[in-house]
């Protein structure tokens, strides 16, 4: 554990106890996210993405649990926390950016009470003083018009409105870290690209780090520093963004890659997109060795037999038998 990281998570794995077996939807995640980072977890439906998250910060639906693995934050081990334990860490320490913005909005108050509610909560201030800094959160992630919106409901403002207001929620306990799970995905794509240009700019602002969870990697190659990819709970690759876009090494990020539609190509009508075949395989029918195998274009014996574990090749690290091959076939360098 590095102390320059503020959230070091290692080895995690989430465990669900079933009649048909132990299901392991996250094992042996680990990354890291320094203050200030943006630190992206991508790939398809199934991969552990959002359970990873949900862990994290102890919101996992029962009987699911954490297995093994440590989570450290500011090094601090907040992973074995209980849970009145952990709801002091949550929103102070931590907050959180949920996909539905309705959600995490009470309907029947204003978002200035929520806001003012949630300041005093987990900060030592009045009631006017919070709701000051309630106004002054709305200001922040650019509500127009914020004094007369305080006493708004949510159901007034639009669907990017709300998620502002969400940020702002995330944000007004002044947290060290946010989780942010898939919070444009409802959004259209303008909207989108406003509300993750205001996260970013105010993690920034603010040295907050982001663990920003989504199914897009064109939201990941336009919004975070590093990238982790995950398939059927594991890591499949991670490392710098603009590094793993451009020179993918994982033959599923490859996959993740071409399937993403390229703004600069759009006036090419030959270009078409890359499919994946086959889809996540379920937890109960994990393939032997690599669970990427079946659907690999690049599968070797090896990979059905051996599950790969977490190398560092190129720019980037991969789990995938492809490091060991590539640097086994390698010419040796001359002795003298």
Request: with cysteine; proline share 6%.
């Amino acid at each position: 554990m590095s102390e320059n990281n503020l959230l070091d998570v290692k080895d995690l794995v989430v465990e669900i106890p079933t009649r048909r077996g132990l299901l392991q939807p996250v094992n042996g995640v680990s990354f890291s996210i320094a203050a200030g980072e943006i630190v992206g977890v991508v790939g398809e439906s199934g991969a552990g993405k959002s359970i990873t998250g949900a862990a994290l910060i102890g919101l996992l639906d029962k009987p699911a649990r954490i297995g093994s693995g440590t989570v450290h934050l500011n090094g601090k081990l907040i992973s074995s926390l209980s849970e009145a334990q952990l709801r002091t860490v949550r929103g102070r320490q931590i907050g959180t950016v949920f996909q539905d913005p309705l959600t995490s909005l009470d309907p029947l108050m204003s978002v200035g009470n929520q806001l003012a509610e949630t300041a005093m909560a987990h900060l030592e201030i009045s009631r006017s003083d919070a709701r000051k800094k309630a106004l002054q959160a709305l200001i922040d992630v650019g509500i127009p018009a914020a004094k007369t919106r305080l006493d708004a409901y949510p159901h007034e403002f639009s669907g990017g409105m709300r998620q502002r207001v969400v940020i702002a929620l995330a944000l007004i306990g002044e947290p060290d870290l946010i989780i942010a799970d898939e919070p444009t995905t409802a959004l259209d794509v303008s909207v989108q690209a406003q509300v993750l240009m205001l996260l970013k700019r105010l993690c920034r602002e603010r040295n907050t780090g982001v663990m920003l969870i989504t199914h897009d990697m064109g939201v990941i190659a336009e919004t975070t520093d590093r990238v982790v990819v995950l398939y059927a709970g594991r890591v499949a690759e991670i490392g710098n963004t603009k590094e793993v876009i451009t020179a993918s090494n994982h033959p599923y990020t490859k996959g993740l890659v071409g399937a993403t539609p390229n703004p600069s190509n759009t006036d090419d009508e030959n270009v078409r997109l890359n499919q994946i075949p086959g889809s996540m395989p379920g937890l109960l029918s994990l393939p032997t060795g690599c669970p990427f195998n079946p659907r690999c274009n690049e599968v070797m014996e090896v990979c059905k037999t051996t599950l790969p574990v977490l190398t560092p090749y190129k720019q980037s690290t991969i789990a995938c038998h492809l490091a060991s091959h590539h640097a086994s076939h390698l010419p040796s360098e001359k002795t003298s």
